[in-house]
Every structure is written in structure tokens, then in C-alpha cells.
């Protein structure tokens, strides 16, 4: 992914930065700076501090770190669920991300949300967290304790804001993996505003094969298990939102984490995520909004932060058989591994708590619009294009599929439950359905 670097190099940082993303694609399917409270009858309430965080090359690293979450999936251990299907998946062509060292401003009393007692945070979730509470309680300094926290927060915030926009009711399934870990996948059909919402929460643990480790090694990568085995644990939410309305976006988001342990006991980890945005019609107010409130969350620790993520999100959210992107995109980063997982994870927090703000104004907005068969016609057309992308480019989604243990309803879940593919289909010249494909095909700035 791209580097960063706030200081004499920033140019050739930034350089290095471009060179990059060009090269490479990004995956579809935290203390925090940003935080989102849901106020009864009110817009939406956001409140942070700024973390600057800045990053130098340590390109040497990048192969070898593509490599092991490659083996990972050839391993059989491991996707079971879009989101960590791209955690594994997604990452073998991308560039690494890394943010340097800097000094991170003390935060203020009431700035970040505490991280306290687990069983209370718990009380909020959707469902109890897929590990077990006491297990959770007694390591809950560890990173894999505090990133399942925030998952399991996200998807409940985030499920119970589009519950208040719908009126309707997730539907709440558990699922367990024999290999280890499980997940939570919530779905909503056939509501009043959504036709289909899914937020999924996976959380899956087991042990790297001794194939997998040598084609690490093969690649450059020098990990030592224990007696031939190297434990992973890797978790992530995801979300896919199909509106009824074909004035409401569809939009989608991924947040993950990923370590393996070594014989010595020293662990290896990285950070991924994005959210992006997928219309029928343009609407730049909406746009504006939506990678405005993005940029915000990015800028609080880098400015250049959201510029590259941009890009990186307009090349990956991309149907090269049609030559158009698959919506309006947003942001994605990949590889986030330094310099401390404080700083990481307080980026990763911030971006993750974006995904109520940045959509629910924009779902409010247009809840009531009136609309056309032709209009939802045309909406059918562009899922199809969705159902394209993710079948035909997505990783997360491709591997998932492909590998043993996979819960191949919680990878399908981005789907539409509806979709159209009419023969030779161009919209009429200046209509707003040509609009829309200009903009697809030639991406813009929308901040």
C-alpha cells in the first residue's frame, strides 16, 4: 500500500505512494479518534481528536507479507465469510500500506470511548461475541480481543441505525467453524427500505499447514513454528446494503485483522478495510457527503491518508470487461502494519465508526423519494453489474468460494436479491442514466 512519510522525504514518499497504488488493487469483501452516537429523532452526533500518524518504506517486507496470507488460504483454514475471505484473500497483488512513527497527542477525558468492562460492552451486541466473554475478559489488552470488540460494535451500531431507518428486524445467525472460530451474520430481507442488508462478523482461528510455511519461505519470509505449527487467528466485519429505492446507494464496508504466532511467541499482524459507495444516479450532495465524512476520519491521523486510499478504491472497485467502476468508491487501505498497533488500530477505529455517519443522512434523505418503473429498471441493471464485479473480480468472494470449511451463505450475502442483465443495454444520450455511466467510466474527485 502506499507510504507516508512527514518529514524532509514527503515527496519521495509521495511518489513512492503513486507508484504503488498504480501497481495494485484493493480487497472488497483501532485507541479511536472518531466516534457516532445515535441521538432518538436526531441527525447524527460525531465527536474525535486527531492522531497523526506517519510511515517510511520497509519495502523488503512487502512479498513476504503477501505470501503467508496467500498460504493461509491454500491451507483449507480459513475463509469463512466474505470479510475474511478478503482478509486472506485479497492481498496477493496489492501493495503495503505503513504509517510511521510520530507522537500521539494524550488524549483529552471524553475523547475516545473506553474500552472497560467487556461484559457490559457485550450487553449492546447483536449477539454474544463469537469467542467466548471469559475468555475475552482475561486477555482483553490483546489486539485480537479489542479488534473483535470493534467488530462486534460496528455491526451493532450499524444494524440497529438502518433497524430505525426500516422498521424491520435483523435476523441474528450464529454459526460455528470446526476449524476453529465462527461468526455472526445478520441479515434483514425484504424490509421497507432495504431489499436486502447484511452485516456479517467473522472471527476464525487454526493452525497454518507446513505447505503454506514453506511457500512463505520460498518467497523470503522466515517464520519458525512450534512443532510444525503456526497459529492464526483472523476477524473481520463486512456489510453489504441493497436498497429498495433506487435513489438510496448501495454501499458496502470491511473492516480485519490478521496475525500468526511464531515458535518464539512473537506474533506477525496486519490491518484492512474500506467503505465505498455505489448509486443508481449521481448526486454529487451525496457524494460529497459520503467521502467528506471519510476524508474527515482519514485526516484526523494523515492528510494524504484519504488522496491515496481514494485511488486505491477507484482501481480495485473496477469491471474491466465493461471499462467502468463499480460505484462512486470511498476508501480502502490494505496491510496496515506499522508503526505500533496503537496507531493502526486507532486509524482502523476511526474509519470503522464512518460507516453509520457517512451513510444514514444519505438513506434518510431519500427514504421517501418517489420513483419510476424505468427507474427501478435501471437499478436492476446497475446490481447487475454488482453481482458482475463481485463473482467475476473479487477475491474475497472468489477464494471464499473455493476453499474448504467456507460458509458460502455469509460470502453470498453481498448479493442483491434482485438483479438485471438486458442485451446490448446503453442508455439514451443525455439522460440521467448516461450521466450516471460517465461518471463510472471516467471516476471523479468528489472532495
Known sequence: MATFVLCQTARAATRRSTAHVRSG???????????????????????????????HGTAGKSAASRVWRRALTLSGAAVVSAAVAGLVANTSHFPRAEMATSIVPVPQEGDIPQEGDILKRCKGFMSPPVTDVN?????????????????????????????????????????????GGGGISCVMQDGNAFEKAGVNVSVVS??????????????????????GKLPFVAM?????????NPHIPTVHFNYRYFEVEEEDGSKQWWFGGGTDLTPVYVNKEDAFHFHKTLKDACDKHHSQHYTDFKKWCDRYFYIRHRGETRGLGGIFFDDL??????????????????????????VRK????SFTQEEKDWQQV?????????????????????????????????????????YMHEPAKGTREAEMLEVLRNPREWV
Open 382 to 422: 446497475r446490481r447487475g453489474r454488482y453481482v458482475e464485479f463481485n463473482l467475476v473480480y473479487d477475491r474475497g468472494v472468489k477464494f471464499g468460494l473455493a476453499t474448504p470449511g467456507s460458509r458460502i451463505e455469509s460470502i453470498l450475502m453481498s448479493l442483491p436479491l434482485t438483479a438485471r442483465w438486458e
Open 135 to 179: 475468555v475475552l475478559q482475561r486477555r482483553k489488552d490483546e489486539m485480537r480481543t479489542r479488534m473483535e470488540m470493534l467488530i462486534m460494535e460496528t455491526q451493532a451500531e450499524f444494524c440497529k441505525a438502518l433497524e430505525e431507518v426500516d422498521g424491520g428486524k435483523f435476523k441474528v445467525d450464529r454459526w460455528e467453524r470446526k476449524e
Open 337 to 362: 502494519d506499522s508503526p505500533s498497533q496503537e496507531e493502526v488500530f486507532s486509524f482502523v477505529k476511526s474509519c470503522a465508526r464512518t460507516v453509520v455517519p457517512c451513510y444514514l443522512p444519505i
Open 206 to 227: 487454526g493452525n497454518l499447514t507446513e505447505e503454506a510455511a514453506r511457500q512463505m519461505r520460498s518467497r523470503g519470509k522466515v517464520l519458525k513454528g512450534k512443532d
Open 25 to 55: 488493487a484493493c480487497s472488497g469483501h483501532g485507541s479511536g479518534a472518531l466516534q457516532c452516537a445515535v441521538l432518538p429523532g436526531t441527525g447524527w452526533f460525531t465527536r474525535g481528536t486527531g492522531v497523526r500518524l506517519m510511515s
Open 366 to 369: 431519500h427514504m421517501n423519494d
Open 236 to 244: 473481520g466485519v463486512s456489510s453489504v446494503i441493497h436498497p429498495k
